[in-house]
């Protein structure tokens, strides 16, 4: 129960970060990204520590940190370099936003609102089935052991 509370967050903040993003078409500073530079990491990284917790599993916790860093760190490097090559503000946006832990005020001025047909091109609606799939796997655990 408590996983899943922890891991609504995650998802919200993914589907909002994903209405926002203007993806190779202008350097997106608004919404969740007026506070950190990597929203949509942050909610998976919300999401796992409520699998983790839902998990009950040291070995759960292990696993995701292991794949966070072997995956997401060169990810989230090389998604910096090609911005910054590709929008010039990028320097400055990324000298006043943290790449992961979030700024208490937001960043500049909002440039753009939410969409849904942003969040519904960027297919984040997958994020919330995937949840949905890992749940049921741990309440058919659960229920077996």
Wanted: net charge positive; hydrophobic share 45%.
């Amino acid at each position: 129960m408590v996983g899943t509370i922890v891991m609504i967050p995650g998802l919200l903040l993914r589907g909002l970060a994903s209405g926002h993003v203007q993806k190779d078409k202008q350097l997106t500073t608004s919404g969740p990204y007026a506070y950190t530079r990597n929203p949509l990491y942050v909610g998976s990284l919300i999401m796992a520590a409520g699998f983790a917790i839902a998990a009950r599993s040291w070995w759960v916790v292990a696993i995701m940190v292991f794949t966070f860093a072997l995956i997401y760190v060169p990810v989230i490097a090389g998604e910096e370099s090609y911005l910054r090559q590709t929008f010039p503000e990028y320097t400055d946006y990324a000298y006043h936003v943290p790449r992961l832990f979030p700024r208490l005020t937001p960043y500049g001025s909002q440039q753009s609102a939410y969409s849904s047909a942003r969040y519904w091109k960027h297919r984040e609606y997958q994020a919330s089935i995937g949840c949905a799939a890992m749940l049921a796997i741990l309440i058919v655990k659960m229920i077996l052991y």
